[in-house]
């Protein structure tokens, strides 16, 4: 999400698409929106984002050294190594999510983002400040020991979170076929005592 901040155009999709959800949830489901829970979204986004700074620097470092270990060297201008890493990045992510769910020390950190009691885009933002304290970080250090460059790692994890963008809404029904392959949020809010749970982030491979 920090690379969120640093672009103009994706911000200006964002406003522009959660406008238009307010106006759908008002004005053509009639459920009203929560402008209480957005705020806090917003602030809890914004909280993140700061405290996101020292833990990238940190974390750019620390997966920096660690690609020095890594006993191949897959090359970033191949394709294959994209797609490759894309399906690794998956499967991390899987790991990662289901993890933060499961373990208690790093469910700390993730709770906070099934706080939102409505699913809207701005929930999406709602995410914890402890991350690098979480060690949740640690499910992606095998794809840089892989041979994975780092920067290419971030770069499909900074890809991963802006889709999930698109799934934190109640105004896209059921997606047809396309559901096969492509992963839809069936979370609900923890609050309402049963969720329905989808760990990846863009396909349903795992
Ligand atoms: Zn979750």
Not at 45 to 53: K, P, Q
Not at 149 to 155: G, K, N, S
Not at 157 to 164: C, E, P
């Amino acid at each position: 999400m920090l690379h969120a901040a640093r672009s103009p155009a994706w911000l200006l999709v964002m406003l522009a698409l959660v406008l238009a959800e307010w106006v759908w949830r008002r004005r053509v489901r009639g459920v009203g929106y929560d402008g209480r829970g957005a705020l806090a979204s917003l602030a809890v986004g914004a909280g993140h984002l700061l405290s996101g700074v020292l833990p990238a620097l940190v974390l750019g470092g620390l997966f920096a050294a660690a690609a020095r270990w890594a006993p191949v060297h897959w090359p970033v201008g191949d394709w294959r190594t994209w797609l490759a890493a894309f399906f690794a990045v998956e499967l991390a992510y899987y790991v990662f999510h289901r993890a933060s769910h499961e373990v208690r020390w790093l469910w700390t950190t993730h709770a906070v983002h099934h706080t939102p009691e409505e699913m809207t885009l701005l929930s999406s933002i709602r995410l914890g400040w402890t991350n690098l304290l979480s060690f949740g970080w640690v499910c992606y250090l095998p794809l840089v020991l892989a041979g994975f460059d780092p920067r290419l790692v971030f770069a499909l994890l900074a890809f991963n979170l802006h889709y999930q963008f698109f799934l934190h809404t109640e105004a896209v029904g059921r997606l047809g076929p396309l559901e096969w392959v492509l992963t839809r949020h069936r979370i609900t809010a923890c609050t309402t005592g049963r969720m329905r749970r989808t760990w990846t982030a863009t396909t349903v491979a795992c």
